[in-house]
């Protein structure tokens, strides 16, 4: 034996998939009444450590928001007399525990509630049996007792007194609990986990997390679910599946219970949503399309099927749950930029999918707001779940689906210090608006990595740059490694085509090659540059007119490098030049942007222009030649050796004064 209280762990050990509990109960006492004469709160005082250990306990649990509960039993009437309210007022008040169970009882009394507002106002009278509804109005709170084994769908109690807060009794060691939690989150009360009984059996956490799904739309929702205006059984379109429904002031929650084994998927009730609401399947979390007829809405509802063998055990059923919500959340997915705003409320949770205790989360202050996701949550795929809070109560939820694979932007474009003349080998590129669109002019036979960008053409409104003339040169990265003294960190193939640490006579004028991401970066930062993104490099190749060469709208092999078999000066073909004299832009080496992009799998930069080689034997080669300039190509990021080559360089830009 260890000799140590284990409680505190045990009371956080299943806070992933519960979030905590609400309240937890010590019970020294039966069976050990009766063995001897000692009555039960002999039991509490001679506890290991005594009063003040579970004073302790109370102080530890209270931190973590659970209230502490001490058990109180009315048939102990033949062990040493002490008067029991007297008894029960002194535990309390050593304790300051939170609440009393009382045992075998479905009322309370005056006397025993005065004595515990003694102690400290707001202590919970627990009855253990269902109250009766004239025992009702003594009591906050109760017990469905597990001696009705398997509940009636609609409990009456909560019919009768929707503000009484009804707990369903769950024995672990009688099976499995699924259909107790089902019942309970169908009537909007919770559940007591009783282990007092011995039996701690393999599934307790698959059905936890059940249970944890369900307490948290619950505690979310509280002000519904003890709605005195809630609607049990409405009408629905098919048999053996139930729906309640819980309105609130700003709000309307249905609860779904199905005993169909092969389950429900499609519209179920009717109902009416308030002007400026929406409908949100919380338990699925998906936002619902509903067929509007007359004043009223057909609401779709998907429950899980089961095996038909479970129908009569406590395994049968599944759950849904709806609510029509207030439409407060503006969001909006900019590749990996989610933007949000709120103009109530007190928090904004962002999911990297279906809100848990488990789940990864970002929280904001409402407000506006944009964020990375993969920097807040992670590598994540396929459902954003966006939700606003006032505190604890659920105002609002957005569901965002991104299809598996999707490309996200995740670099970020950062200002270099302003120049307000034209900078030398640079040429100003004007503001403008531009209609900015990227085509894949040709397919690969393969093509399993999805290309970033949508098929809709999308509007910037481009501020004043200044780009290189041409790509950074041999004798350029030359001046910069002798300023800088730069060495990579990992020099696999670094400028693998020069020879003694410089290029071979005559290819000085020629675009630096064998460079990866890292190193034009560097360059760039020296230069006080920085890398294009594809909008700047495509605006700055194109103008406004949708050009799809820099010379205009065809092909023409004496404006650029085409069937050279090597790079060329770059200043070659002087009548290569975009609309702002942008020269060198396709045929020659492949550019880098500054874009990063992350898929779930790959990293990848884009590239644009095309390159000298070009090799023709297959279909299923990345494409080489001159390509138009809004056509992107891929580079995957494997490692420098990898990625630095002999037809990828770069060039760079530089932000303009205002």
Aim: charged fraction near 20%; hydrophobic fraction near 35%.
């Amino acid at each position: 034996m260890t000799r140590e209280y284990k409680f505190d762990k045990f009371l956080s050990k299943w806070d992933p998939l519960l979030g905590g509990f609400e309240g937890y109960m010590i019970w020294p006492t039966w069976p050990r009444l009766g063995v001897d004469q000692r009555n039960q709160w002999d039991m509490y005082r001679d506890l290991p450590g005594g009063l003040e250990e579970i004073r302790r306990q109370v102080r530890f649990a209270q931190a973590q928001g659970t209230r502490y509960f001490i058990a109180y039993n009315p048939w102990d009437e033949s062990t040493r007399r002490e008067d029991h309210i007297a008894g029960m007022e002194e535990m309390l008040r050593a304790m300051q525990a939170d609440g009393v169970v009382l045992d075998t009882w479905g009322q309370s009394s005056r006397e025993f509630q005065n004595a515990a507002d003694r102690v400290k106002p707001g202590i919970v009278m627990y009855s253990e049996g269902m109250a009766v509804p004239k025992d009702m109005p003594g009591i906050v709170a109760g017990r469905v007792h597990d001696a009705i084994y398997m509940p009636p769908p609609l409990n009456l109690n909560k019919l009768i007194k929707p503000d009484f807060a009804i707990f369903r009794v769950i024995q672990l060691a009688e099976g499995r609990i699924h259909r107790e939690v089902a019942v309970s989150f169908f009537n909007g009360y919770g559940s007591e986990l009783n282990i007092m009984r011995p039996g701690r059996p393999d599934w307790i956490a698959e059905e936890l997390a059940y249970l944890g799904r369900t307490t948290k739309i619950l505690r979310e929702n509280s002000a519904a679910f003890l709605s005195t205006a809630w609607d049990p059984l409405l009408t629905t379109s098919a048999d053996s599946i139930w729906v309640n429904a819980w309105p609130a002031p700003s709000k309307t929650l249905f609860t779904v219970y199905n005993l169909r084994p092969e389950g429900w998927s499609g519209p179920l009730f009717r109902a009416r949503m308030p002007k400026g609401h929406h409908a949100v399947d919380l338990w699925n979390h998906e936002e619902l399309a509903l067929e509007v007829i007359s004043d009223s809405v057909t609401v779709p509802v998907t429950a899980d099927g089961f095996s038909r063998a479970w129908l009569g055990t406590r395994q049968e059923g599944s759950v849904d749950c709806i609510a029509f919500l207030p439409t407060l959340l503006s969001t909006s997915l900019d590749q990996d930029s989610l933007s949000v705003s709120a103009t109530r409320g007190t928090k904004i949770v962002v999911w990297a999918g279906t809100p848990g205790y488990s789940t990864r989360s970002a929280e904001l202050p409402s407000g506006t707001h944009a964020i990375s996701l993969l920097n807040r949550l992670g590598r994540h795929e396929e459902k954003v779940v966006v939700q606003l809070f006032d505190s604890t109560d659920l105002l609002d939820e957005r569901v965002l689906n991104i299809p598996l694979a999707t490309p996200r932007l995740i670099s970020r474009k950062a200002r270099t210090d302003p120049a307000t003349s034209i900078p030398k080998g640079m040429v100003k590129i004007q503001a403008g608006s531009f209609t900015y669109h990227s085509t894949r002019s040709f397919l690969s036979p393969n093509e399993v990595i999805p290309y970033p960008g949508s098929a809709t053409p999308k509007t910037y409104a481009i501020p004043a740059f200044y780009m290189d003339t041409y790509p950074v040169t041999n004798a350029q990265f030359k001046e910069f490694l002798v300023a800088t003294k730069y060495a990579p960190p990992d020099p696999a193939n670094f400028l693998k085509h020069w020879n003694g640490g410089s290029p071979a006579a005559g290819m000085e004028n020629h675009p630096v090659v064998y460079v990866d991401r890292g190193d034009a970066e560097a360059y760039a930062r020296w230069a006080g540059k920085r890398l294009p993104t594809e909008v700047e490099w495509q605006y700055a190749a194109q103008g406004t007119d949708g050009r799809k060469y820099p010379w205009g709208k065809d092909f023409d092999s004496t404006r650029c490098n085409y069937g050279n078999t090597t790079t060329t000066p770059v200043d070659a073909y002087p009548t290569g030049a975009s609309p702002f004299g942008v020269m060198d832009l396709v045929g020659n080496v492949w550019q880098l942007t500054g874009d990063v992009y992350n898929n779930n799998t790959f990293n990848f930069v884009m590239m644009r222009g095309g390159c000298y080689y070009n090799p023709t034997s297959s279909w299923w080669y990345s494409r080489g030649g001159p390509q138009p300039v809004d056509n992107p190509q891929i580079l995957l990021l494997v490692s420098p050796g990898f990625d630095r080559c002999s037809t990828v360089g770069f060039r760079c830009v530089k932000d303009a004064g205002r």
